[in-house]
């Protein structure tokens, strides 16, 4: 069966260091990955999207990016984080053609101080 | 552009009462996927449902039951019988139609208390 993992689970972090959430995915191949930000209270935001090695989209510009070096694994980064980059951090997967069930991580709660 | 509106902010029930959280889309798309999944305090999204457009017949899945109706561009999601456990933020989902990575669109989702 299919996993997914994500870490850290919590991170406090101050205002201008970097960072780096990873995401992981097992038991499939070649799956879309995505990374969601949700703001405390809100719905969640499609951050990028990757649908193989070294593709990436995405689909709010910020100060973020990201990076798939491996098949199954799906990197969130920052040079200098922000106040508002604080939220809830979620990865997804998902496999075949467009419209599949999207399966969410476990999250990251990032505290940017 | 997809947006999906789930009016209800919060509701609050009393165990064994029944509850229907309300879901508007808007798409442009005549193919398309409509999710809902669920949120419990631990934050992980637990993944409840998928139809696609053309699929209008209800579904039943134990206490749960979902509404799609295309005329009036609704996904409502019924709970019958509710209990503490049920107590969550629900989260409406609209996916396009595409080769591969298709983008979800969230709604606001609904805080859901279910109180004993």
């Known amino acids: 069966s299919q996993t997914i993992h994500q870490w850290p689970a919590t991170l406090v972090q101050p205002v201008g260091s970097p960072l780096s959430l990873e995401c992981t995915v097992e038991?499939?191949?070649?799956?879309?990955l995505y990374w969601y930000r949700q703001a405390a209270g809100r719905g969640l935001q499609l951050l990028f999207y990757?649908?193989?090695?070294?593709?990436i989209s995405s689909e709010v510009p910020q100060n973020l990016s990201a990076s798939r070096p491996q098949d199954r694994q799906f990197i969130l980064s920052s040079k200098k984080l922000l106040l508002s980059d604080s939220g809830f951090y979620l990865c997804a997967w998902s496999v075949g053609p467009g419209g599949e069930t999207q399966y969410f991580g476990p999250g990251t709660r990032l505290l940017v101080l | 552009a997809q947006k999906v509106t789930q009016a209800q902010t919060e509701i609050s029930v009393v165990e064994k009462e029944d509850v229907t959280l309300d879901c508007v889309y808007e798409?442009?798309?005549?193919?398309?996927?409509l999710f809902w999944y669920k949120q419990p305090p631990s934050g992980e999204l637990v993944f409840l449902i998928r139809r696609n457009s053309f699929d209008e017949q209800n579904e039943i899945s134990g206490r749960y039951s979902w509404n799609f109706q295309k005329s009036t561009s609704s996904f409502n999601f019924t709970i019958t019988a509710s209990q503490v456990v049920d107590s969550a933020v629900y989260f409406c989902?609209?996916?396009?139609?595409?080769?591969?990575?298709?983008?979800?669109?969230f709604g606001e989702g609904t805080q859901l208390t279910v109180n004993p």
């Open positions: 990757s649908v193989g090695i070294g593709q």
């Open positions: 038991g499939t191949s070649n799956p879309n």
């Open positions: 798409t442009r798309d005549t193919t398309y996927y």
């Open positions: 989902a609209l996916s396009e139609a595409r080769t591969s990575g298709s983008r979800l669109t």
